[in-house]
């Protein structure tokens, strides 16, 4: 019995909007794994953003598609998933980036105090 099947039968399950969130899951961890394939693929953050929005747009773009194909079934929230799934990646790595970049600054700082330091002891 999958995770959604006992959610189902559980006395708590009341709404469908409860099976929609865990039906758009799957859309929302491809995001997240891509974007941590797309770190080691990606040089630089500026191709890593391509990347990732690339991406986000080619699985709405197939949901999309998901209209015209007899046997897939279109769905809103799945393409609510990738956008959340987006969202937070993308918000994540700004967050990193930023901290990353401080920490160099900070870093680059504390060798150029070092430097001047030891410069004026000689």
Same mark, same amino acid.
């Given at each position: 019995m999958s995770f959604v099947e006992g959610e189902r039968q559980s006395p708590s399950f009341s709404?469908?909007?409860? !099976?929609?969130? /865990? #039906?758009?899951i799957p859309? @929302?961890?491809? +995001?997240?794994?891509?974007?941590?394939?797309?770190?080691?693929?990606?040089?630089?953050?500026?191709q890593y953003y391509k990347y990732l929005i690339g991406f986000s747009i080619g699985i709405i773009g197939y949901e999309i598609l998901q209209i015209w194909i007899d046997w897939r079934?279109?769905?809103? !929230?799945?393409? /609510? #998933?990738?956008?959340?799934? @987006?969202?937070? +990646?993308?918000?994540?790595s700004k967050v990193f980036e930023f901290w990353w970049q401080t920490k160099r600054k900070l870093e680059q700082s504390n060798l150029n105090f070092r430097n001047d330091d030891s410069e004026r002891k000689l």
């Open positions: 709404s469908s909007y409860y !099976v929609a969130l /865990l #039906g758009s859309n @929302f961890v491809a +995001v997240v794994a891509y974007s941590a394939v797309a770190l080691f693929i990606a040089r630089g953050a500026e079934i279109f769905d809103w !929230v799945d393409i /609510l #998933g990738t956008i959340i799934g @987006f969202t937070f +990646v993308f918000w994540l």
